[in-house]
């Protein structure tokens, strides 16, 4: 995840801290408790034992960057400290690049299971070892963990076929149905060449993490979750924030947002992280929340794409219009004359206004219809493969949007994890 570096200690990741549902789970999310509660619906339980959770990510969350300082690696301790602050599932981090970390083992996961927690591996991912990386993550599952988090950051732009062949080689390790989750950048509008319709796309991640650090972003809690939700609603996977308890957040922020997250309704929040969270920021998580926010309604647009939209959205909209019927549309990333016609074309078949811009009908309409998986090249120049038979070679290692620059980083990078 990326973070900005503090005093206490480095950053994990581009981000620093590692920045980590089915509609089932959704749904159980929407109906928890409001005010006056004990909980959020948050640690009611791991499923290392056999919780309430339907997932490890239904509920609330802390991450773990080095076992060794949380709590000094004392997991009776961590495990007490869970429960007085409703964690139901622990984020340990299992690897970097294709190296294994040793503090995630079979033992661990075993006492902490005992007690009660969910234990969910996240490794850093940088693309230059694709296979390897799906390997490092393949190791923490067969150690036992309940699900998986890819942590993929700055070091993951424009590199689609680096992206597909990691996705593909994990799955195939894993299982299609494992839990899996990306922790990414939260907003997908400042990285068009970030390749989220890869990593959120058909058959790889199931859930999404955003790292919402609004303080590191420089923003707030509202904000940063609108600007969050508005851009990553149509990739369809369920939300489950990441916020922060580095940079010595107020108990009150956090509270905030744990019912912006409630007010949302995907899921709840996980917190970056364990070795940085003090003793009143500890409290605060298993403290009464006085439900969701009231007077407040959520965001419900989706992102206007329209001739000379270019990004990873665009990358997304044009597999989808691909799997609709215009099969001779290449996944460039660049909205520009054949996107435009295809988007005219989709809309007069649904009777929508055929003004060629993907608005919210558009959008709606066009999400109902199953996204083409795009086999990115795993060599320069090679030609990518759709996944449908009937369809022709369209595109090269990664779309021409990859090139494009980040708009800025949410948050600085830090260190090395």
């Not at 959020?40 to 609330?60: I, R």
């Not at 992206?163 to 839990?179: E, M, S, V």
């Not at 016609?341 to 206004?353: C, D, E, N, T």
Request: some cysteine; proline content about 7%.
């Amino acid at each position: 995840m990326t973070v900005m570096p503090t005093t206490s200690a480095p950053a994990p990741g581009r981000w620093r801290a590692f920045a980590i549902a089915l509609i089932a789970s959704a749904a159980l999310w929407a109906l928890a408790p409001a005010a006056g509660a004990s909980s959020d619906g948050a640690g009611t339980g791991g499923n290392g034992t056999g919780g309430n959770a339907k997932t490890p990510f239904d509920s609330q969350g802390m991450w773990i960057w080095y076992v060794s300082r949380s709590h000094g690696g004392d997991l009776s301790r961590i495990i007490a400290r869970a429960r007085r602050s409703d964690i139901g599932t622990v984020y340990i981090k299992s690897g970097d690049s294709n190296d294994t970390w040793s503090q995630f083992n079979q033992p661990l996961v075993q006492r902490l299971h005992r007690g009660g927690l969910d234990v969910c591996a996240w490794q850093f991912v940088y693309g230059n070892h694709p296979v390897g990386e799906a390997k490092v993550g393949a190791a923490s599952v067969r150690r036992g963990a309940d699900c998986l988090v890819i942590d993929a950051e700055g070091q993951y732009e424009g590199k689609y076929a680096s992206a597909d062949r990691y996705i593909r080689a994990l799955r195939r390790r894993i299982g299609a149905a494992f839990p899996l989750s990306l922790a990414a950048f939260p907003y997908v509008d400042y990285h068009p060449a970030f390749p989220y319709s890869v990593f959120l796309g058909p058959g790889a991640a199931r859930f999404s993490q955003p790292q919402m650090y609004w303080n590191a972003i420089g923003t707030s809690v509202r904000t940063v979750f609108e600007h969050t939700y508005f851009y990553n609603r149509v990739f369809e996977r369920p939300i489950f924030p990441l916020g922060q308890t580095y940079q010595r957040i107020s108990p009150r922020s956090l509270k905030l947002f744990r019912r912006y997250a409630l007010t949302y309704g995907d899921g709840p929040p996980s917190w970056w992280d364990w070795q940085e969270t003090n003793s009143k920021q500890w409290t605060s998580r298993g403290a009464p929340t006085a439900g969701r926010v009231v007077g407040y309604r959520p965001v419900s647009g989706l992102p206007v794409l329209r001739r000379g939209s270019r990004g990873d959205l665009v990358v997304w909209a044009q597999q989808h219009l691909i799997g609709a019927g215009s099969k001779n549309l290449p996944a460039t990333g660049i909205f520009g004359r054949r996107t435009y016609a295809a988007v005219r074309k989709f809309q007069s078949k649904r009777g929508l206004r055929g003004d060629g811009v993907l608005g919210r009908r558009s959008w709606r309409a066009l999400l109902r219809i199953a996204p083409v998986r795009v086999h990115w090249a795993a060599r320069k120049g090679r030609a990518a493969r759709l996944s449908t038979a009937s369809a022709p070679s369209a595109a090269p290692s990664a779309p021409l949007s990859a090139s494009l620059p980040a708009k800025r980083d949410e948050i600085d990078p830090g260190p090395r994890p």
